[in-house]
């Protein structure tokens, strides 16, 4: 495994559409509204959301240059989207919002760290 990643452009992808749902998660349209009341998640806090997202996806673009950098983000990404699933889970909220959204996220983020660190 490298620390670097074998290509440049997937996480590159990655940190597009996570910078996507950052600007997304400022003024959060009725479907994100829906998912983050149906996990329960305190709206005091929903600005920690678009920070996550914004480091994560600062942190992918650094790491095409810096070693380990982009492989951190990666992990961070899929451990953020693994306590949303679990969110998810553990509150019943598990409708489109869940099999789409979250669970598409977790495997865009599972499918660069293996294109990217593994293979």
Same mark, same amino acid.
């Given at each position: ?10 996480? !590159?992808?990655?940190?597009?559409? +996570? +910078?996507? *749902? $950052? @600007?997304?998660? #400022? ?6 509204? *829906?998912?983050? *009341? ?5 709206? *005091? %806090?929903? %600005?920690?959301? #678009?920070? /996550?997202?914004? +480091? $994560? !996806?600062?942190?992918? /673009? /650094?790491?095409?240059? @810096?070693?380990?950098?982009?492989? =951190? =983000? ?9 306590? $949303?699933? #679990? ?9 489109? =919002?869940? %099999? ?6 977790? @495997?865009? @983020?599972?499918?660069?760290? #293996? +294109?990217?660190?593994?293979?």
């Amino acid at each position: 495994m490298s620390l670097l990643p074998d290509t440049w452009w997937p996480p !590159a992808l990655l940190a597009l559409v +996570l +910078l996507g *749902d $950052a @600007a997304m998660s #400022v003024r959060p349209p009725r479907f994100i509204r *829906d998912c983050l *009341d149906g996990v329960r998640f305190p709206r *005091d %806090w929903w %600005w920690t959301l #678009v920070v /996550v997202k914004v +480091l $994560a !996806a600062s942190g992918l /673009v /650094v790491g095409i240059w @810096a070693p380990g950098v982009a492989l =951190a =983000a990666n992990v961070g990404v899929i451990a953020y989207f693994l306590c $949303a699933a #679990v969110a998810h889970i553990r509150a019943r909220f598990t409708g489109q =919002a869940f %099999w789409l959204n979250c669970l598409g996220m977790l @495997a865009l @983020a599972v499918g660069v760290l #293996v +294109l990217s660190f593994v293979l």
